[in-house]
């Protein structure tokens, strides 16, 4: 009864050795591959913005353009003389 409960725990134990040297195997393998030992998430893809929102952001673009234009002017400076 005890050896067979030995016998057990050993292959337990030996299967969690086994399971640790691959792990760490792969872990060599992707730091010689890839020349980094660090794990990266990647982002999901970014999701559309819905119309309301792209109209929203198109309208501040748009008061950013003017606030830019009119600071320009009222400095004096010709935007076509930078070029």
Do not use: Y
């Amino acid at each position: 009864m005890t050896d067979s409960l030995l016998n057990a725990i050993m292959a337990v134990v030996d299967f969690v050795f086994d399971l640790w040297k691959m792990i760490d195997s792969i872990k060599r393998l992707s730091r010689r591959a890839t020349g980094s030992d660090r794990i990266v998430d990647v982002p999901p893809d970014p999701k559309p913005l819905p119309p309301a929102a792209q109209r929203a952001l198109a309208e501040a673009e748009e008061r950013e353009r003017a606030r830019e234009r009119a600071a320009q002017a009222a400095s004096g400076a010709d935007p076509a003389s930078w070029r």
